[in-house]
């Protein structure tokens, strides 16, 4: 058996493998292929070599979904095991100095293109390789290609890459414009009986590589046999490389469709392994699930600690804006904290989770190691997971129903789990995506592109819907955009999450104010049966009282906004914001948070927290002020503002953690006045009475 140690998807049905091989790696030449089998009733599959490291002792495998057999492979993982590979098997590529050589390769036939054109090149050739596919995404190894080419040349039939066209089009075209000695084309049979026919008609050498139906790969059976220049030849043992022109394109077309019924039945049994999978994932009774909750017994579960978030450190992190400050949980954390759910019978941690994630199966999933199936059960239910994972108030929800909290023991950290989950999915370049419904032609809007629109475009995009997203702002994200600081949620984090609803189908609107740019009567002139609101609740609410527009007073939304989405403190920015030296927040909740200490990383030497009540708790990744950067607190209520010249000095009355104002004073000190019996004083940063 051979362990696969690579994976990587070029596109969502093309993948490259690295396996385990030293043996064929070490005898390996351009042009070799292996017989791979998947399963012990698996179909023997011939595959061409792409690539070997002989010091890994590995080969490179590309592989695309077509039949069963291939799919079967495509779906295995890094650190599965492919039944059996044999090889290298076949003739060797003739490489020599031909001069002028052009490689035509088609969809996944570049793959074994590539060691061909590194040999022409090595072997002293002028090589021109034209790469085709039907799109953009289905051209692959386009960089390993040109660093051996003197050329590239990329053809896509819908226009959406390079040039609009098929091969035979490049291919001419380089033919018409210089002497060509030699041609090089694999890919599809059609593809390369119309190459063949273009080149003939130009009396140009043609080599091809054919990858015909095979069983053993040996010689032995002559399943593969096919005719070249009126000769019967095996393409195992002879090939896979012949004269093109020799070759008897029709017939073989017809012996590799002999099974095609036959195939087509057999790629439903997928289905029912695909349904049986998924509900494995989610089954409390799956064989798995049992073992693991047999592996430890409840007391030993509930005595291990919660695991502590991993952050960055404190004096470092209060002067830097766009590193994130909790740094997520290890593989071997999220494990052990993994084990620490019981695996209720009746979760009730479920019942304070919005969107209904089947908390127990993801959580389990990550306990056996298996992180990527974790990433696909929250998937079913949860458009933004890895967002999720860091800004929803959990200790509120899903983590105040769970079982130890009546057991006197800390709740699972259901948040930093799922974080982990998605963050490890997303590191790992194989991102899934949910089963989507067939299109049901039916076009829906939204209006505002915050985690309730993304959210809600994500769940119709699933059901088949055809959802456009309407934003005003120049930025796809909303609050998750222009509210929360970079170092809670990076924007790189919320862009794959938007990129992933997009390969949903979600198309994204910028710069478009319904009722403004368009009316909803327009949308509904359109063609949108169903407009869903989710303008979000941005205003600001002012308190109406005496000098609240002062300057330098910002409510902490325009605050925020200046920093977060216009990036007013990167010096090449044009928006300009106000870099206070004392800086006093009033409010307790998320929104004052992240005020205060965004102010204390734009240089503030003194940042305040100002709020009636100082028990809210902040969403999950919010670090308390004191700790995130020495940041003094004063649980006061104030009651109006008097405006010194250039010095405004504060009394408020408002404790609405939706309404909390920033105070950003630039120059000299400035004094605040509190509902208190006696005056309090502000002496280095320090409430004192």
Same mark, same amino acid.
């Given at each position: 058996?051979?362990?696969?140690?690579?994976?990587?998807?070029?596109?969502?049905?093309?993948?490259?493998?690295?396996?385990? &091989?030293?043996?064929?790696?070490?005898?390996?030449?351009?042009?070799?292929?292996?017989?791979?089998?998947?399963?012990?009733?698996?179909?023997?599959?011939?595959?061409?070599?792409?690539? &070997?490291?002989?010091?890994?002792?590995?080969?490179?495998?590309?592989?695309?979904?077509?039949?069963?057999?291939?799919?079967?492979?495509?779906?295995?993982?890094?650190?599965?095991?492919?039944?059996?590979?044999?090889?290298?098997?076949?003739?060797?590529?003739?490489?020599?100095?031909?001069?002028?050589?052009?490689?035509?390769?088609?969809?996944?036939?570049?793959?074994?293109?590539?060691?061909?054109?590194?040999?022409?090149? =090595?072997?002293?050739?002028?090589?021109? @390789? %034209?790469?085709?596919?039907?799109?953009?995404?289905?051209?692959?190894?386009?960089?390993?290609?040109?660093?051996?080419?003197?050329?590239?040349?990329?053809?896509?039939?819908?226009?959406?890459?390079?040039?609009?066209?098929?091969?035979?089009?490049?291919?001419?075209?380089?033919?018409?414009?210089?002497?060509?000695?030699?041609?090089?084309?694999?890919?599809?049979?059609?593809?390369?009986?119309?190459?063949?026919?273009?080149?003939?008609?130009?009396?140009?050498?043609?080599?091809?590589?054919?990858? @015909?139906?095979?069983?053993?790969?040996?010689?032995? +059976?002559?399943?593969?046999?096919?005719?070249?220049?009126?000769?019967?030849?095996?393409?195992?043992?002879?090939?896979?490389?012949?004269?093109?022109?020799?070759?008897?394109?029709?017939?073989?077309?017809?012996?590799?469709?002999?099974?095609?019924?036959?195939?087509?039945?057999?790629?439903?049994?997928?289905?029912?392994?695909?349904?049986?999978?998924?509900?494995?994932?989610?089954?409390?009774? =799956?064989?798995?699930?049992?073992?693991?909750?047999?592996?430890?017994?409840?007391?030993?579960?509930?005595?291990?600690?919660?695991?502590?978030?991993?952050?960055?450190?404190?004096?470092?992190?209060?002067?830097?804006?766009?590193?994130? %400050?909790?740094?997520?949980?290890?593989?071997?954390?999220?494990?052990?904290?993994?084990?620490?759910?019981?695996? +209720?019978?009746?979760?009730? +941690?479920?019942?304070?989770?919005?969107?209904?994630?089947?908390?127990?199966?993801?959580?389990?999933?990550? #306990?056996?190691?298996?992180?990527?199936?974790?990433?696909?059960?929250?998937?079913?239910?949860?458009?933004?997971?890895?967002?999720?994972?860091?800004?929803?108030?959990?200790?509120?929800?899903?983590?105040?129903?769970?079982?130890?909290?009546?057991?006197?023991?800390?709740?699972?950290?259901?948040?930093?789990?799922?974080?982990?989950? =998605?963050?490890?999915?997303?590191?790992?370049?194989?991102?899934?995506?949910?089963?989507?419904?067939?299109?049901?032609?039916?076009?829906?809007?939204?209006?505002?592109?915050?985690?309730?629109?993304?959210?809600?475009?994500?769940?119709?995009?699933?059901?088949?819907?055809? %959802?456009? %997203?309407?934003?005003?702002?120049?930025?796809?994200?909303?609050?998750?955009?222009?509210?929360?600081?970079?170092?809670?949620?990076?924007?790189?984090?919320?862009?794959?999450?938007?990129?992933?609803?997009?390969?949903?189908?979600?198309?994204?609107?910028?710069?478009?104010?319904?009722?403004?740019?368009?009316?909803?009567?327009?949308?509904?002139?359109?063609?949108?049966?169903?407009?869903?609101?989710?303008?979000?609740?941005?205003?600001?609410?002012?308190?109406?009282?005496?000098? #609240?527009?002062?300057?330098?007073?910002?409510?902490?939304?325009?605050?925020?906004?200046?920093?977060?989405?216009?990036?007013?403190?990167?010096?090449?920015?044009?928006?300009?914001?106000?870099?206070?030296?004392?800086?006093?927040?009033?409010?307790?909740?998320?929104?004052?948070?992240?005020?205060?200490?965004?102010?204390?990383?734009?240089?503030?030497?003194?940042?305040?927290?100002?709020?009636?009540?100082?028990?809210?708790?902040?969403?999950?990744?919010?670090?308390?002020?004191?700790?995130?950067?020495?940041?003094?607190?004063?649980?006061?209520?104030?009651?109006?503002?008097?405006?010194?010249?250039?010095?405004?000095?504060?009394?408020?009355?408002?404790?609405?953690?939706? +309404?909390?104002?920033?105070?950003?004073?630039?120059?000299?000190?400035?004094?605040?006045?509190?509902?208190?019996?006696?005056?309090?004083?502000?002496?280095?940063?320090?409430?004192?009475?």
């Amino acid at each position: 058996m051979n362990k696969i140690v690579g994976k990587e998807f070029f596109s969502e049905k093309v993948v490259k493998l690295e396996v385990e &091989a030293p043996l064929i790696a070490r005898s390996r030449k351009a042009g070799h292929f292996v017989i791979v089998r998947v399963g012990e009733k698996g179909e023997r599959m011939p595959l061409t070599i792409a690539e &070997a490291d002989v010091k890994k002792g590995t080969i490179t495998l590309v592989v695309q979904e077509v039949g069963l057999s291939s799919t079967k492979l495509c779906q295995l993982e890094v650190g599965d095991y492919i039944t059996d590979v044999v090889g290298p098997l076949g003739q060797a590529t003739h490489i020599e100095k031909f001069g002028t050589v052009v490689c035509a390769g088609g969809g996944v036939g570049v793959a074994p293109m590539l060691p061909i054109v590194q040999a022409l090149k =090595a072997a002293g050739n002028r090589v021109i @390789t %034209v790469l085709a596919g039907r799109t953009k995404e289905l051209i692959i190894l386009e960089k390993e290609m040109r660093a051996s080419s003197d050329e590239v040349i990329i053809m896509t039939d819908d226009g959406s890459y390079g040039q609009k066209g098929l091969v035979t089009e490049g291919v001419e075209a380089v033919i018409l414009r210089e002497k060509v000695d030699k041609c090089f084309a694999i890919g599809p049979a059609i593809m390369m009986k119309f190459v063949c026919l273009l080149t003939k008609k130009y009396d140009i050498p043609t080599d091809v590589s054919l990858n @015909t139906i095979m069983v053993d790969g040996t010689g032995m +059976c002559g399943a593969c046999r096919i005719t070249v220049g009126g000769k019967t030849k095996f393409v195992c043992v002879d090939g896979p490389e012949f004269d093109g022109h020799q070759v008897d394109f029709d017939e073989m077309l017809k012996r590799m469709g002999a099974f095609k019924e036959i195939e087509r039945e057999e790629i439903h049994k997928l289905d029912h392994l695909e349904e049986a999978h998924a509900a494995a994932l989610n089954d409390r009774t =799956a064989p798995w699930r049992e073992e693991l909750r047999k592996a430890m017994k409840p007391k030993e579960r509930t005595a291990i600690p919660r695991v502590k978030m991993n952050e960055l450190d404190p004096e470092y992190r209060s002067h830097t804006r766009l590193e994130e %400050v909790n740094q997520g949980l290890t593989a071997e954390q999220a494990r052990t904290e993994a084990s620490r759910c019981l695996d +209720c019978a009746n979760p009730t +941690c479920m019942t304070g989770c919005p969107v209904g994630i089947n908390i127990p199966s993801f959580i389990k999933n990550i #306990e056996r190691g298996e992180f990527l199936e974790a990433a696909k059960v929250l998937k079913e239910t949860s458009a933004l997971p890895a967002v999720c994972g860091r800004v929803c108030p959990q200790e509120k929800q899903c983590e105040s129903k769970c079982i130890h909290l009546k057991m006197g023991h800390e709740a699972v950290a259901i948040g930093y789990l799922e974080r982990f989950a =998605a963050d490890y999915e997303r590191e790992s370049g194989q991102i899934s995506l949910p089963e989507v419904a067939q299109p049901n032609g039916i076009k829906v809007a939204v209006i505002g592109s915050g985690p309730a629109g993304l959210s809600f475009a994500g769940d119709m995009a699933k059901l088949g819907y055809e %959802v456009t %997203v309407f934003e005003a702002l120049h930025e796809i994200g909303g609050v998750l955009k222009y509210g929360i600081p970079e170092f809670r949620l990076p924007n790189k984090i919320v862009d794959v999450e938007i990129e992933n609803l997009s390969k949903l189908g979600v198309t994204f609107v910028k710069d478009c104010i319904v009722g403004k740019t368009i009316s909803v009567e327009d949308l509904k002139a359109d063609g949108f049966q169903g407009i869903f609101v989710a303008s979000g609740a941005g205003l600001p609410n002012f308190m109406n009282i005496p000098g #609240e527009n002062s300057i330098n007073i910002m409510s902490s939304n325009e605050y925020l906004t200046r920093v977060n989405l216009m990036d007013a403190a990167n010096p090449e920015s044009d928006t300009p914001v106000a870099f206070g030296k004392r800086v006093a927040v009033i409010g307790g909740g998320n929104t004052a948070m992240d005020s205060v200490r965004t102010a204390k990383r734009l240089g503030a030497e003194k940042a305040m927290i100002s709020a009636k009540r100082l028990t809210v708790q902040p969403a999950s990744g919010t670090v308390t002020p004191k700790v995130s950067a020495m940041i003094g607190m004063m649980p006061t209520t104030p009651i109006s503002v008097f405006n010194i010249p250039n010095t405004p000095s504060v009394r408020m009355n408002i404790n609405k953690w939706l +309404c909390l104002f920033l105070v950003d004073i630039l120059m000299f000190l400035f004094y605040l006045r509190f509902d208190l019996k006696n005056a309090s004083s502000l002496s280095n940063g320090i409430f004192r009475s």
